[in-house]
């Protein structure tokens, strides 16, 4: 799996649009959830890149402008702005410290995963079968982005 996190993260977050996509998250308690999700997973990508580049946080924010970002900070950040438990933020903030990058892939994944599908769908025009895509694209099985972008946003022949 190393150097697949994307693929696998990327899936995850994915799926989660497909269901809304798909009409299962009509319930306003299943959609108010997913944004909760969604939200923790945006915050986690500003939470790792500042604190494992140690940048200063910007001086147009409101959040402790020009300070550096820290552990202290990132919890603080993120029990503002994610409805969990702090020690549930707190083991977020370890992992992420642990595995640079992980908390990114999340969302990086997400984003290609959508991009290649856009790109299929485009170049297979009314043709497209969504269910056939997903399961070419599992077949395949993890890989990184580059080669997984490739390789599912480019038409192939379903005979």
């Known amino acids: 799996m190393a150097g697949t996190s994307g693929y696998v993260e990327g ?4 799926a989660e649009r497909l269901m809304g996509e798909l009409g299962y998250l009509e319930n306003p308690d299943y959609y108010m959830g997913m944004l909760d999700a969604q939200a923790l997973r945006s915050v986690r990508v500003i939470v790792d890149i500042g604190m494992h ?3 200063k946080i910007p001086r147009f924010s409101e959040f402790h402008p020009g300070e550096i970002w ?3 900070l990132a919890l603080e950040f993120m029990r503002e702005r994610v409805h969990f438990p702090a020690d549930f933020i707190v083991s977020e903030i370890d992992r992420y410290l642990g595995i640079p990058g992980q908390a ?3 969302k990086v994944g997400e984003k290609v995963w959508l991009e290649a599908r856009d790109a299929a ?3 297979a025009g009314s ?3 969504l269910k ?3 399961n070419h694209a599992l077949k395949l099985g993890p890989m990184g982005l580059g080669q997984m972008k490739r390789e599912l946003g480019e038409p192939r022949n379903t005979d």
């Open 11 to 14: 899936w995850g977050l994915y």
């Open 53 to 55: 580049l140690g940048l």
């Open 70 to 72: 820290s552990g202290d």
């Open 104 to 106: 990114i892939s999340y």
């Open 121 to 123: 769908k485009q170049s």
């Open 127 to 129: 043709s497209f079968d």
């Open 132 to 134: 056939a895509w997903h």
